[in-house]
């Protein structure tokens, strides 16, 4: 029996940087044409980067650990025209046939990009690579009678990466237990499950931020910064804006191989 054809999604590509859309770009690339009818892709200027550059002889810590002068707001204008240069040339050239649209805004990264989202099917939160070996696909299980798109789409990227899926619940029920079929790592709370996201190496983590168990902005920038790899989001424009924990710190990442 044939299988059903599957519906092509409108892609967002979102990033505060060329670096960190580089890695999501490369996830689409792996996505057959046929999963993507039209690809579009948002520079994030975020507004805190804009206002350090305002203030004289701030002083930034790089990822080496090391301090340095922060740049000086020509020099960030310049980095800026040249990362909106690459990324517009990188997605057309991915497009290639395909429709596809290119903008830039100011503010903060997850709110502007999920509000930006509401026109789109899926959001691909990029992030800078910190490995190259290709990783796990991780999926956030949206609960059980939620739509699976979400698990749907992880299987097609993990098929295109030539990886595998690790599916990870939030199911109240049952927190500490694995189930073998499908395989599934189940979790009390969101700090447990940050934690583990942490602990992997991956190349993405797909969730529906509209189904849940993951709802709003504030923890999707949480799981960014867990996960270190692109997000991809379904969803995302009916998110929550409001954070359900304002003052939860999430758990240091650790990298393990």
């Known amino acids: 029996m044939t299988p059903a054809p599957k519906s092509a999604r409108r892609i967002l590509i979102g990033a505060g940087s060329f670096a960190d859309a580089r890695a999501a770009l490369r996830l689409v690339e792996r996505l057959t044409a046929s999963l993507s009818a039209e690809l579009g892709g948002m520079l994030v200027e975020e507004t805190m980067l804009a206002e350090l550059a305002?203030?004289?002889?701030?002083?930034?810590?790089?990822?080496?650990?090391?301090?340095?002068?922060?740049?000086?707001?020509?020099?960030?204008?310049?980095?800026?025209?040249?990362?909106?240069?690459?990324?517009?040339?990188?997605?057309?050239?991915?497009?290639?046939?395909?429709?596809?649209?290119?903008?830039?805004?100011r503010g903060e990264l997850i709110s502007g990009l999920c509000e930006t989202a509401k026109g789109w099917d899926v959001l691909l939160l990029g992030h800078r690579e910190t490995h190259r070996l290709n990783g796990q696909v991780i999926l956030i299980a949206p609960p059980a009678d939620a739509s699976q798109s979400a698990e749907d789409l992880a299987e097609d990227l993990a098929s295109g990466l030539g990886t595998s899926t690790i599916r990870l619940s939030m199911d109240p029920a049952r927190p500490g237990t694995f189930d073998v079929f499908p395989v599934t790592e189940h979790f009390a709370d969101e700090d447990a499950l940050l934690t583990r996201i942490g602990r992997i190496h991956a190349s993405a983590v797909v969730l529906d931020l509209s189904a849940g168990p993951l709802r709003t902005y504030d923890q999707l920038r949480h799981l960014l910064a867990a996960a270190r790899c692109p997000i991809v989001v379904l969803g995302a424009g009916k998110g929550e804006p409001q954070p359900e924990h304002a003052t939860r710190i999430p758990p240091a990442p650790e990298a393990t191989t």
């Open 54 to 105: 305002d203030l004289p002889r701030q002083r930034v810590i790089t990822s080496r650990g090391t301090f340095v002068v922060a740049p000086s707001p020509s020099q960030i204008r310049i980095a800026i025209e040249s990362d909106a240069k690459a990324f517009r040339q990188t997605l057309s050239a991915l497009a290639q046939r395909q429709k596809w649209s290119f903008e830039r805004r």
